[in-house]
């Protein structure tokens, strides 16, 4: 099983909302990645979490939190965003973190901030 | 700063011909080269990687891309382009060391005509 699983895949907010972003993957993997794409554009990474501890925070603000309550498990909750938030988040997930180990990508959950 | 150059953010074929996309990098070290495909409204898919050995690495959906040390490229080819290869193509390089990241190119999007 190569899969990550994202939900919900689409989620529209207000500004004053709070929600929450869900990964999940079931391959053993011990580094799991956020990542934020903006239409016609790469992915840019937002976080990065090995064997369950935040090792890259990449200066994102501080209304992205995120959370890795156990292995396959990660989550990123969302407070007071902007409509420039809006965008596609992409999780993903690799077998290791400081190796060529490929990131296996999630269908990701679009964002729209209102 | 090291990166990774896609030639041609948009390259248009017929269907049955050959597709070529350029993937370029900026490291004298090699490193280990990546390419992912993304089709509308999903997250991306890996098609093929290369760390080390054979200099032609064969993916999946009949692409394959050639490690060209004196060029510093890592262009993506098929013989043959099919109406469903019409996607976004990301070229990605990670130079290893402890960071463990991914460094995307800006993609090319592919488009097959009948």
């Known amino acids: 099983d190569t899969e990550v699983t994202q939900t919900p895949k689409h989620l529209v907010m207000g500004m004053t909302n709070k929600k929450s972003l869900k990964c999940e993957q079931h391959?053993?993997?011990?580094?799991m990645y956020w990542y934020k794409q903006k239409a016609k554009k790469p992915p840019e990474l937002m976080f990065v979490y090995s064997y369950e501890k935040l090792s890259i925070n990449e200066s994102v603000p501080s209304r992205f939190s995120p959370e890795c309550p156990n292995s396959s498990l990660l989550n990123l909750h969302l407070h007071a965003l902007q409509p420039e938030d809006s965008a596609l988040y992409l999780c993903?997930?690799?077998?290791?973190?400081?190796?060529?180990?490929?990131?296996?990508f999630g269908p990701g959950t679009r964002l729209t901030v209102t | 700063a090291q990166s990774v150059t896609q030639l041609g953010s948009h390259v248009s074929v017929s269907e049955g011909a050959l597709v070529l996309l350029r993937c370029n990098y900026s490291s004298s070290v090699p490193p280990y080269l990546f390419w992912y495909v993304q089709y509308p409204n999903q997250g991306l898919q890996l098609l093929l990687k290369?760390?080390?050995?054979?200099?032609l690495v064969k993916g999946i959906n009949g692409f394959e891309a050639e490690f060209k040390k004196s060029e510093t490229s890592f262009h993506l080819t098929k013989p043959s382009a099919h109406m469903s290869d019409a996607a976004e193509y990301f070229c990605a390089v990670d130079y290893g060391g402890s960071q463990g990241n991914l460094i995307f190119g800006k993609g090319t999007k592919l488009s097959v005509k009948p």
């Open positions: 391959m053993g993997h011990r580094a």
């Open positions: 290369y760390t080390t050995g054979a200099t």
């Open positions: 993903a997930s690799s077998q290791d973190f400081d190796t060529s180990y490929e990131q296996y």
